[in-house]
């Protein structure tokens, strides 16, 4: 599956990156629970060197529960605090503050000791397209006050987001560019929804999931649709079709239309909770 992220956009991403993180001291790194490693830009660590980084694994609704757990712990071990998120819910942003305050506690110790009180933590948010970053800065602001940048006439202030005397979040997320540097990447995107559905031919994709992340959750498909497993990826799509009555001319089973359902059903999270990524697969660093 060949899937691109056009070069231009790439140094155009780096440069709004680099510019705007400059005025921030923490990073908050947008991952799709159901795909942190391939939602996940590694030339982050560089950008962001000097920075406090914390990891949002959002769409965590749509994930199991346990292996988002099992990431956190991941993560953990690289030293670098992960918190699961469904970034609709306003309630979860409780959770997030108190995160923030702890991932940067060093700064606020180092500021009280330098007698300086109450200069909040500044924030962003960086994450790759669709992995929910608006949402989050939606429910972030809701009750919160929008506060003017405080350099008026440059052309474009930044506008700052005040959660309380101790967060600021910049009203701008972040654009990271994904990369495609294993053909799974790509494919797990293309699972989420997160690559443009025109030059994807849905039943190789959806064959694809059979053989990869089906595997693991065996029972999802032959649940929603009432069928029997088989390993086959064909076959499992015939019997699909034949059981939603998905029929070509002459009884042949519509195996593209299945195919779609597929997809679309697991998109919506009606397969139930599906991590498509494992932390045992992935080495550290
Ligand atoms: P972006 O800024 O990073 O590009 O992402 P954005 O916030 O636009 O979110 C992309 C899609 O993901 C939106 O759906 C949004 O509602 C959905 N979304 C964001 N966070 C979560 C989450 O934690 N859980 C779930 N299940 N969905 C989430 P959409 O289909 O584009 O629009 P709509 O469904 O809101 O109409």
């Known amino acids: 599956m060949k899937l691109q992220w056009y070069p231009g956009h790439m140094t155009k991403a780096r440069r ?8 921030v001291d923490l990073l908050i790194e947008l ?23 914390m990891i949002l694994l959002n769409k965590a609704d749509l994930a199991d529960p346990k292996t988002t757990d099992a990431w956190i712990r991941y993560f953990a071990d690289l030293g670098i605090r992960a918190v699961a998120l469904d970034a609709r819910e306003r309630t979860m942003m409780r959770t ?3 995160a923030v305050r702890e991932v940067c506690r060093e700064k ?9 009180l109450n200069r909040p933590v500044r924030a962003m948010v960086a994450g790759i397209p669709n992995v929910g970053k608006s949402t989050f800065i939606n429910s972030f602001a809701g009750k ?3 506060k003017t940048g405080n350099k008026p006439g440059v052309t474009k202030a930044n506008q700052w987001i005040r959660m309380n005397a101790s967060v600021e979040l910049l009203d701008t997320p972040g654009i990271l560019w994904p990369k495609f540097d294993d053909e799974k990447v790509g494919e797990h995107l293309a699972f989420i929804g997160s690559i443009n559905d025109d030059i994807i031919d849905t039943e190789e994709l ?12 065996q029972s999802a498909v032959p649940e929603r649709y009432h069928i029997e497993y088989s390993e086959d990826p064909n076959e499992l799509l015939e019997r699909i079709a034949a059981s939603r009555n998905l029929l070509k001319k002459g009884g042949i089973p519509d195996t593209e239309k299945a195919a779609a359902a597929v997809i679309d059903d697991l998109r919506r999270g009606k397969l139930g909770r599906i991590s498509m990524e494992y932390p045992e697969e992935y080495g550290k660093h």
């Open 16 to 23: 709004e990156m680099q510019k705007d993180l400059q005025l």
């Open 31 to 53: 991952l799709d629970a159901r795909i942190p490693m391939s939602s996940r830009n590694p030339d982050i660590d560089r950008l962001a060197a000097n920075k406090y980084r």
């Open 96 to 98: 997030i503050e108190d």
């Open 108 to 116: 606020f110790e180092r500021d009280r000791r330098r007698g300086i």
């Open 144 to 146: 919160a006050s929008l």
């Open 206 to 217: 959806c064959r694809a999931f059979f053989k990869d992340a089906g595997v693991k959750n």
